[in-house]
């Protein structure tokens, strides 16, 4: 074997190594492949194992690796759990039947019904604003109302958009095909085409300073990004208004989790997720992460909490993942690169 396939495979061994360990020690052990970056979650499992004795094995990888690991893995995955970012990725792994219903009292009380899945495959943990941002010297607030307006001749050479490629605005613009209809989301998606000040951005950061810097005037963005960037920076100059308030409300996804369908310790794996989506596990979601909680029990973070509450599109997040495909061939089709 080469040096560099050893070197590939490496991490993988030691990820099995410590599953075998835990399990011959006799601990509970729960097994999660998360695509979220272990720095955000491993504070979560830390308390889960500090409260209950459970031992948390994380494997992290991107969405797309992970689930196909767990199709060739099939029923010899020592996957209990898998948690990624936005109802797309959630739904597509249900769709390639990686994952398994549950029932669960608790996560249905925990979980509104527009966060999760109608078939108890996967459930929200958190939830994800996908709205405007300004600059604050250049752009009176009262002047802003929704995503589609954004398309006016009157942003001509102001918009600022992150590229099409992210599944974040696949999401955004699936779920406006999902209430607009597909002509009336490709007139507002070329309007924003025509307006854009500069090239698409690789990442809402990237964008966020751009509105700062004053190359462009407004832009759409996941809020935790802008929230990270005002901690640092109280000062920025950049501003947020909630969308479509007068409408059908914000465009918000999620992160979540399901138990995989061959799952060995699937009930360990339930009461993992169940334990997420509640009080301690919440608050370290927004406090940490600067994600608006799913459980509406929860009040956010100080930082986010200046924003103010908001009304949300209240359309099941799984119609992002059942129109990912129509938003991205409406999207190339009008030059949204």
């Known amino acids: 074997m080469s040096a560099?396939?050893?070197?590939?495979?490496?991490?993988?061994?030691?990820?099995l190594l410590g599953v075998l360990l835990a399990g011959s020690a006799g601990a509970q052990t729960v097994t999660v492949y998360s695509a979220r970056n272990e720095q955000l979650i491993k504070p979560l499992f830390d308390a889960y194992t500090q409260e209950t004795g459970t031992q948390i094995q994380i494997l992290t990888d991107k969405e797309g690796p992970l689930l196909e690991r767990l199709k060739a893995e099939g029923a010899k995955t020592?996957?209990?759990?898998?948690?990624?970012?936005?109802?797309?990725?959630?739904?597509?792994?249900?769709?390639?039947?990686?994952?398994?219903?549950?029932?669960?009292?608790?996560?249905?009380a925990n979980i509104p019904a527009n966060l999760r899945?109608?078939?108890?495959?996967?459930?929200?943990?958190?939830?994800?604003?996908?709205?405007?941002?300004?600059?604050?010297?250049?752009?009176?607030?009262?002047?802003?109302?929704?995503?589609?307006?954004?398309?006016?001749?009157?942003?001509?050479?102001?918009?600022?958009?992150r590229t099409s490629k992210k599944v974040y605005n696949q999401s955004l613009v699936a779920?406006?095909?999902?209430?607009?209809?597909?002509?009336?989301?490709?007139?507002?998606?070329?309007?924003?085409?025509?307006?854009?000040?500069?090239e698409v951005f690789p990442d809402d950061n990237a964008?966020?300073?751009?509105?700062?810097a004053g190359q462009c005037e407004v832009g759409i963005v996941n809020t935790y990004y802008l929230a990270r960037q005002l901690e640092k920076d109280p000062n920025l100059p950049v501003g947020l208004f909630w969308a479509n308030q007068k409408a059908r409300g914000?465009?918000?996804?999620?992160?979540?989790?399901?138990?995989?369908?061959?799952?060995?310790?699937?009930?360990?794996?339930?009461?993992l997720i169940e334990w997420l989506s509640a009080g301690k596990a919440q608050e370290i979601y927004t406090d940490k992460d600067f994600e608006y909680p799913a459980n509406p029990q929860i009040k956010p973070d100080s930082i986010i909490s200046q924003?103010?509450?908001?009304?949300?599109?209240?359309?099941?997040?799984s119609r992002a993942g059942e129109l990912q495909a129509a938003a991205t061939r409406l999207m190339d089709r009008a030059g949204y690169r």
């Open 4 to 15: 560099i396939r050893r070197s590939l495979l490496a991490p993988w061994r030691l990820f």
């Open 78 to 108: 020592p996957a209990d759990v898998l948690i990624t970012v936005d109802a797309g990725n959630l739904w597509q792994a249900s769709q390639m039947g990686l994952l398994r219903s549950i029932k669960s009292p608790v996560l249905n």
């Open 250 to 271: 914000v465009h918000v996804n999620i992160s979540g989790a399901g138990v995989t369908r061959h799952a060995p310790n699937a009930v360990g794996g339930q009461k």
């Open 307 to 317: 924003w103010g509450a908001f009304r949300m599109d209240l359309i099941n997040v």
């Open 117 to 161: 899945d109608p078939k108890g495959e996967w459930y929200g943990l958190s939830v994800r604003a996908r709205t405007i941002i300004y600059n604050k010297k250049a752009v009176n607030p009262a002047n802003l109302s929704t995503y589609e307006a954004l398309a006016g001749p009157e942003w001509k050479g102001k918009l600022c958009l």
């Open 175 to 198: 779920t406006m095909i999902a209430t607009l209809g597909e002509k009336q989301t490709e007139q507002v998606v070329r309007g924003w085409v025509a307006n854009l000040a500069t």
């Open 207 to 212: 964008l966020i300073k751009a509105v700062a």
